[in-house]
């Protein structure tokens, strides 16, 4: 069962960790690069715990209303990457509205604590895959560069003005037999 301040504490830990931050910008990043926010309601989801690293994975949880089931082919899609996702039903504790007095926890002003239930979904994603999405993304950085506005020219990308070349002869005219010339 989740907690509303469980959740809470895990968008602090990303907020207060300069590494979980990173970390959750290239799970991210690999969401995106494969595609899976095409599926319904996968961009509908919030952080309920992580990242946390492991040895060869890296772990996040999100949380879906029980009615906002995300398509489990997008799950199927992360599976085709050697990402380990899993599927759970639960609930998530959550304070209730405070319209009238009933709706208030005896001898406190703090509102009852109801049962929303939801989705969790559990990613189990390879370091190697966040790499190799990372890796690409910064080759993209390099060839995104303007080579007209770049200040020095690599040797084998210059050209040569058209001036310098020296032209090719032409072959002479040989005389064959019985032809005139």
Request: glycine share 6%.
């Amino acid at each position: 069962m989740q907690d509303t301040i469980d959740v809470v504490k895990a968008v602090q830990n990303v907020f207060d960790n300069d590494t979980a931050f990173t970390v959750l910008k290239d799970f991210e990043r690999v969401l995106d690069e494969l595609d899976l926010y095409v599926y319904d309601n996968w961009q509908d989801g919030e952080l309920a715990a992580g990242p946390i690293i492991k040895r060869h994975f890296v772990s996040c949880t999100f949380m879906w209303p029980r009615k906002q089931m995300p398509d489990p082919m997008g799950g199927k899609r992360l599976t085709d990457y050697e990402c380990k996702v899993y599927f759970k039903k639960d609930e998530l504790i959550v304070p209730r509205q405070i319209l009238e007095p009933g709706d208030m926890r005896a001898g406190t002003k703090k509102g009852k604590l109801d049962k929303a239930p939801i989705w969790l979904v559990e990613i189990l994603m390879p370091k190697e895959l966040i790499r190799s999405i990372h890796s690409g993304y910064e080759q993209e950085e390099i060839y995104a560069q303007e080579p007209a506005t770049s200040e020095e020219i690599p040797a084998e990308q210059q050209v040569e003005p058209a001036d310098a070349t020296e032209p090719v002869p032409a072959p002479e005219p040989t005389a064959e037999p019985g032809g005139e010339f």
